[in-house]
């Protein structure tokens, strides 16, 4: 039997005519970003560029090369008035938006960066926002008090297979590529969190950072069944977003970037718009909790396009035991 399509499902689920040209493009821009990935240990294209982003950060050419696409991509579609880039210090403007174009497309082009050359997995992952302005010249504050009104979420994963999990407000989704047909069709109709699990995902490398909440949840799940938790704990840490988020999806479990006494890391790493914001609408669309030392992530009020944000995201079983711990710590 025919496996749904990502167009037919996106009708299935209400979403507008706008968000769904949206999505439908970027998974167009997507399939192509999984070919250039796949071939560039052949084509050079797997080392750093001479060129620094907003965050300080050395340009992989890969995340230039998957900007440009996506941008280039998204200027095409008239529903979208304005986007915001990891790879890009300003908003974008959309000079081809129609009137009342009122979505903004907030994205990492690539996540995950530093496993290029070790072939290591990466993805792509964005958020669409619906603004209240249509005005010509969208601003940072227009984006950012829009951030509560997030009208899609999802991430692409370039590993053995190329997937896609995606919301549109509701139901968490997997798609995978078919390579035969070049379109996404649907694995999974309505992915939920398990509420168990024994695995955590840190990197405990920056342990002497932590605050005390983590480290004592830290310092439980490795005493394991000698410990509170009376159970052993697996650890896990791919050092790109998409791979350890996309586990919890699959395992249940939970995945911190903590704030960190280090300079420069004092809200963590992971972007607001378009790392923390669009996983934290899939996880608790899936059932899990999404919270920020220890807010709700998805109540943040960022106040910059590139703000870095602690991130906890979990199975709603765990959170309870870490909220405990802040709660401690008062
Ligand atoms: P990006 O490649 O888009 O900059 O994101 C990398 C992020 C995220 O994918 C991952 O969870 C985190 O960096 C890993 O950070 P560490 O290298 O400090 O472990
Ligand atoms: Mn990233
Ligand atoms: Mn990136």
Redesign the pocket.
Known sequence: MQKQTLKDWLKGQGATKGVSDILLAIAGSCIKIAKIVKNAPLDGLIGASSQTNV?G?VQ?DL?IITNDLMVGDLLRISSVSAMVS?EIDEVIQNPNKSKNANLTVCF?P??????IDNNGI??T?FSVLELASNSKNITSNDVLSASKNQKAAGYFIYGPACLLMVSVGNKVSMFSLSEKQQRFLLVDGDISIAKNSNEFAI?M??QRFWDSAIAKYIEQCLLGEMGERKKNFNMR?????????HRIFMHGGV?I?PSMDKKGSENG???FLY?ANPMAMLVENAGGMAISNPAPIREISATNIHQRVPVVLRTSGEVEILLKLYQNIK
């Not at 840490?237 to 988020?245: I, K, N, R, Y």
């Open positions: 965050q950060e992989k995340d990891e990492d690539l996540d995950g960066s530093s496993n990466i993805g992952i990197n490398s920056y840490w791919a050092g790109s977003m998409v791979a350890d988020v995945f970037y790493k992971l972007r790392e």
